[in-house]
């Protein structure tokens, strides 16, 4: 038997303790990562891609029961993008139609201190081909005044452009420029504005801030809104929308979601001159009899009255001992014209009007409705005769010797 002393022993009992300790430390370690690896496969998920490989999703995915059942877990994963259907939409609209839009930039004469004329960069604002020809649509606001008229294409090309024909009453003008021989242009179809309904998506594409073919997106907020344009004239059943409409906008196209053109932005009401969420467009229902008339004729043929009107004031109204201060004052009444064999009476005592360079008569009719239009200025009155064809009778009421006369007067050719 082997004796062993006291220092030998306390020095073997510590080295079998610290082996003892080292031993089930490294199993406890094994047991762990064992234990860690077969939880990470029971929470990840592997789902096969399109080229065959697969990947973790990381993600835990359950059935409606909240288990895990076979290959209903498993989830494609494509690389191809996906769109939202209004996202297709806006996509399929901006790629059809965009190269249709063209920004107009303008030059205007201008005088300096010698009275000396000089050209400067005048406004800016867009426009829609109609026609593979050449012919574009745009507000008059936007040429108006012009001495040069550019247009610049989607690929950057630029081309002088002249206008055909303009009309105040609508704001609408249509120019034409010569595209090159073997150039086929981009067109936009005209849609029908009568089926629009209110809550109805609509897109816009334009030049705000130069920025070209820029398109915004909205939905048509209001309809028939009469709107008072920057040429002093009511222009009714205007669309009104959220689309976002800012300067370089004017001219552009408001399309449907099939991508027709339902009316042509022109104004924004804004304090701050910007988008405020309230713009509106001429309807097409309107641009298509306002184009071909200025594509055939140079103007719109538009009826009118055959007498001269002016505007009724209070101060004319208690001059002329009138009952009523709002309406238009039949000055002058054409001799055996339409309106005077309907009944119309023009003034009959002259007076100066304005700075004393102008005379009027009064004594005349004052028109207070026509066709059931509340007529109280003269922009009321072009108004309500803006859709009128020569030779159509419309019914207008006059205030006469303090009682109202209804006539049946027959339009001429303004």
């Not at 020095?11 to 430390?25: E, R």
């Not at 995915?61 to 989830?75: C, D, K, Q």
């Amino acid at each position: 038997m082997k004796l062993y002393s006291r220092s030998e022993l306390i020095k073997y009992v510590i080295i079998t303790g610290l082996a003892v300790t080292i031993f089930v430390s490294i199993l406890a370690v094994i047991i762990n990562k064992k234990s860690s690896k077969n939880s990470l496969n029971d929470s990840l998920q592997i789902s096969e891609n399109s080229d065959g490989k697969t990947e973790s999703t990381g993600q835990e995915n359950s059935t409606a029961s909240g288990s895990l059942t076979g290959t209903e877990n498993y989830i494609p994963v494509s690389n191809d993008a996906k769109y939202t259907t209004e996202e297709a939409q806006n996509i399929y609209v901006y790629d059809n139609c965009n190269e249709a839009v063209v920004n107009i930039n303008t030059q205007v004469t201008a005088y300096d201190w010698f009275l000396q004329p000089y050209v400067q960069e005048g406004g800016s604002g867009s426009g829609s081909i109609i026609d593979k020809q050449g012919y574009i649509l745009t507000n008059v606001h936007v040429i108006q005044g012009a001495t040069k008229i550019y247009v610049s294409l989607f690929d950057g090309t630029q081309y002088e452009a002249e206008v055909i024909g303009q009309d105040l009453d609508s704001d609408l003008a249509v120019i034409k420029f010569n595209p090159p021989e073997g150039i086929e242009l981009k067109t936009i179809s005209f849609g029908d504005s009568t089926k629009l309904r209110v809550g109805q998506r609509v897109i816009a594409i334009g030049n705000p801030f130069g920025l070209e073919r820029t398109i915004t997106t909205g939905i048509v907020s209001g309809l028939g809104r009469p709107i008072q344009n920057s040429n002093n004239r009511i222009i009714r059943d205007m669309i009104q929308t959220d689309a976002a409409i800012n300067p370089g906008n004017s001219g552009g196209p408001l399309l449907d979601t099939t991508g027709k053109m339902i009316g042509i932005n022109t104004m924004i009401k804004s304090n701050s001159g910007n988008s405020a969420g309230v713009g509106f467009a001429v309807p097409s229902q309107t641009a298509v009899r306002v184009v071909a008339d200025l594509i055939k004729y140079g103007k719109v043929q538009r009826g009118t009255i055959d007498a001269e009107v002016i505007q009724l004031s209070s101060r004319i109204a208690q001059y002329a001992g009138l009952d009523v201060y709002n309406g238009v004052l039949v000055s002058l009444v054409e001799k055996n014209g339409a309106a005077e064999k309907a009944g119309l009476k023009g003034g009959t005592e002259a007076v100066y009007y304005g700075s004393r360079r102008d005379i009027i008569y009064i004594g005349g009719d004052v028109i207070t409705k026509i066709d059931d239009i509340s007529i109280s200025t003269l922009a009321d009155y072009y108004s309500a005769l803006e859709s009128k064809r020569p030779g159509d009778e419309v019914t207008v009421v006059v205030r006469r010797n303090r009682k109202n006369v209804s006539l049946k007067v027959k339009l001429v050719e303004s």
